[in-house]
């Protein structure tokens, strides 16, 4: 097999629905300048506002035309990959089935397993779709050697570029697309004003909860034996798709209940997510619960505010469905359990949960992993699927864009190459 010149515009990529921002519109310029034709594909007036003037395809209809088109863009002329941003969005859940039958590779970017600075960027999916999922400790603890992980400089938040580049999308989105592109939104369309209403109500009792919470987080850092439960949002994908029947309210139930025939000193700490609308009412039905539960008030605190890296250092134990808040009870050496699907999800990284039961035996008693098998995951999880860079930051997207290009340039090397070579 003769080997395609890595700088040749011979080979095409197809761009489908980047993250909000001007990700998808530089990256496909630098593409270009590498030799590929990259050809991005928007969805809705949102995707369109953000993307190129040219090599643009403006597709909307429904998920079976969807389908039908992309069938025939693969049959016609097939891309020697495919980008897209979000693994779970129905027309990307598609076009990744699609891919797999026309062999065409597919790189799904995602936000970063580990925050700040880094990007999941992996092959085929992301989360439960992950290559990583497969995972396996291939040898003895005593012959890991650690991978080549990727460099990573610390960053700036960049939420705050991300909620405004978002308020943009999701505007223009909703009063400039056509009726025909609702039926690839990834989100339900919502009314203007009520949405804006929402979105200021949530960040001031963020900005509120910041001062009123202090007494909270320093009791708190002086207790450390709380376990820890990261909610994650209602709407997310992972919950929607990957929980194996868990819900937020089940995980609520199911741990107040622990609590309830777990030793008096033991304390939970749920914390909210700061992107979760519906907080509010999440908070009243832990505190309705835990009334029903007649469970001491004292042993339970709620959170808006706080960063997770502290919460967790401080923890005795993390119970998560699949949230990647996981990673940082990793870091920290603290036991974790798992309920859902999750790229983590292996038993030599953490504890396995099904059941209600489960929860209770890990109120009771519970340990960390092996070090060692924890961090030969780590180490391929930084190599296989992380890549350094910012989807909202110029600096970062800059960083992440060397790295996507290498991946694509590192796949054209081992198709050609008379040796398979796996990753």
């Given at each position: 097999m003769k080997c395609p010149q890595v700088v040749e515009g011979s080979s095409r990529i197809l761009l489908l629905q980047g993250p909000v921002g001007p990700f998808f519109k530089e990256l496909q310029g630098r593409l270009r300048s590498h030799g590929w034709d990259a050809q991005h594909v928007t969805f809705n007036a949102g995707d369109r506002f953000f993307a190129n003037r040219k090599e643009v395809v403006r597709f909307s209809g429904t998920l079976d035309e969807w389908e039908t088109w992309l069938r025939f863009e693969l049959t016609q002329k097939p891309p020697e990959a495919i980008i897209l941003f979000g693994s779970n969005r129905p027309a990307h859940q598609i076009a990744r089935r699609i891919a797999k039958l026309f062999d065409v590779d597919v790189i799904s970017l995602e936000e970063g397993y580990l925050r700040s600075g880094y990007l999941s960027c992996e092959w085929g999916g992301?989360?439960?779709?992950?290559?990583?999922?497969?995972?396996?400790?291939?040898?003895?603890?005593?012959?890991?050697?650690?991978g080549v992980a990727p460099a990573v400089e610390a960053q700036r938040s960049s939420f705050p570029k991300m909620s405004c580049w978002g308020a943009v999308y999701y505007l223009v989105r909703d009063l400039a697309s056509k009726v025909s592109d609702e039926h690839l939104f990834h989100k339900p369309r919502e009314r203007?004003?009520?949405?804006?209403?929402?979105?200021?109500?949530?960040?001031?009792?963020?900005?509120?909860?910041?001062?009123?919470?202090?007494?909270?987080?320093?009791?708190?850092?002086?207790?450390?034996?709380?376990?820890?439960?990261?909610?994650?949002v209602s709407s997310d994908s992972q919950l929607q798709l990957a929980a194996r029947g868990w819900s937020t309210t089940r995980l609520i139930d199911a741990s107040l209940k622990a609590l309830l025939v777990s030793g008096k000193n033991q304390h939970i700490v749920f914390k909210l997510h700061p992107l979760e609308r519906q907080s509010a009412a999440i908070k009243r039905l832990i505190l309705q619960k835990a009334k029903q539960f007649r469970l001491d008030r004292r042993r339970i605190s709620i959170l808006h505010s706080g960063r997770m890296g502290d919460l967790t250092q401080k923890a005795s134990g993390m119970l998560v469905i699949n949230s990647t808040s996981a990673f940082s009870a990793l870091h920290h050496d603290i036991p974790i359990m798992v309920l859902g699907e999750a790229v983590f999800r292996h038993d030599d990284v953490v504890t396995l949960g099904e059941t209600e039961a489960d929860i209770e035996a890990f109120f009771s008693l519970r340990h960390a992993r092996s070090q060692i098998f924890v961090n030969a995951f780590m180490s391929e999880l930084k190599v296989q699927s992380l890549i350094p860079g910012d989807f909202y930051a110029s600096k970062g997207r800059k960083v992440a864009f060397a790295g996507i290009i290498g991946k694509l340039q590192q796949r054209q090397h081992l198709r050609c190459s008379p040796q398979k070579v796996s990753g």
């Open positions: 992301n989360n439960h779709h992950s290559p990583l999922t497969h995972w396996e400790v291939t040898c003895p603890p005593i012959c890991y050697t650690p203007v004003l009520s949405l804006a209403w929402s979105w200021g109500v949530h960040m001031l009792r963020r900005v509120i909860a910041r001062a009123t919470e202090f007494p909270i987080r320093r009791f708190l850092n002086r207790k450390r034996n709380y376990i820890l439960v990261p909610l994650q």
